[in-house]
């Protein structure tokens, strides 16, 4: 009789703190459902400044960098477009690109790739006199642009 009553004590003890543990779960979970709701707008947001799997999406990047190289009267070329693997769900796109023209063109279009409205990061840079008149000036930029696997 007595070791049955340990066994009960026991044994509803064990689904006393299994009931805990479940209990601690849920609370989690709903801690982060209402994050997940404060933060929708948020993450929107941030989602607008990263690239989608398909092509139109860097299709239409590729479209504005070239308007605003033709806004800056420059003559501007992609000289390649390449992705890095990660392991991660996001990859950074590689977009290098050469634009000629007048100083503050050139150098003015270096600002205008770093306010794209994507997650971008600009590596290499380099601007130098191309030739003897002011419009000889070449820059080369090299832009990493954060997309979606």
């Known amino acids: 009789m007595c070791a049955g009553m340990v066994y009960l004590i026991i044994k509803e ?3 006393y703190a299994e009931w805990n ?3 601690a779960e849920i609370k989690a979970i709903e801690s982060s459902l209402v994050i997940l709701e404060d933060t929708v707008d948020e993450r929107k947001s941030l ?3 990263i690239l ?3 092509n139109d999406d ?3 990047l590729l479209t504005l ?3 605003l190289g033709k806004e800056q009267q420059l003559l501007l ?3 390649s477009l390449s992705e890095t693997t990660t392991s991660g769900a996001y990859e950074p796109l590689t977009i290098n690109l050469e634009a000629e023209g007048k100083y503050d063109s ?8 770093e306010q794209l409205p994507y997650q971008v990061t600009i590596g290499k840079v380099q601007i130098m006199k191309n030739g003897e008149a002011d419009a000889d000036w070449k820059g080369t930029y090299e832009v990493k642009v954060t997309k979606i696997k």
């Open 13 to 15: 003890r064990a689904e």
């Open 21 to 23: 543990t479940k209990r």
């Open 47 to 49: 989602m607008k400044r």
């Open 52 to 54: 989608r799997k398909d």
């Open 58 to 60: 860097v299709i239409t």
């Open 65 to 67: 960098i070239e308007e």
């Open 77 to 79: 070329s992609t000289k």
């Open 106 to 113: 050139v150098v003015h279009m270096l600002k205008l790739l």
